[in-house]
């Protein structure tokens, strides 16, 4: 199988996600612009959106997601992002990683995220 690869909007050192086969596998994701000055929950909000968009040039969507790595920089804002990740998943409860990092890129990005899809009927 040959990998499709969706290039990232704003780097073409990595691809935003890439197929092979029905697994999809998007690149950690952190919020962009403006949405970069949010809270940490508009900041999550953002991030799934970004990886929702990713998913459709794939031909998957948010309910293919099986897993998720998050990145947090500080433990306090658990709550906020589990928020908006259950909000995003609703049923799937993709299985989860939470990882504490002293920093991210860009350095004002408080949480990054990642995501597994397996493209299924149903």
Same mark, same amino acid.
């Given at each position: 199988m040959s990998p499709q690869a969706i290039r990232s909007?704003?780097?073409?050192?990595?691809?935003? $996600?890439v197929r092979v086969? &029905? !697994? *999809?596998? *998007?690149?950690?994701t952190t919020a962009r612009g403006s949405d970069l000055d949010c809270d940490v929950f508009a900041q999550a909000q953002s991030v799934i959106g970004i990886i929702a968009e990713a998913l459709q040039t794939t031909g998957a969507e948010l309910r293919h997601v099986v897993r998720t790595v998050v990145y947090v920089t500080n433990? $306090?804002?658990?709550?906020?992002?589990?928020?908006? !990740?259950?909000e995003a998943?609703? @049923?799937?409860?993709?299985?989860?990683? =939470? *990882?504490?990092? $002293?920093? =991210?890129?860009?350095? &004002? @990005?408080r949480v990054e995220i990642e995501a597994t899809a397996i493209i299924h009927d149903g």
């Open positions: 909007r704003t780097s073409t050192c990595y691809a935003r $996600a086969g &029905n !697994h *999809v596998f *998007v690149s950690g433990m $306090a804002d658990i709550d906020a992002v589990a928020r908006a !990740h259950g998943f609703g @049923a799937v409860r993709p299985a989860s990683t =939470l *990882v504490m990092v $002293a920093g =991210l890129t860009p350095a &004002n @990005a």
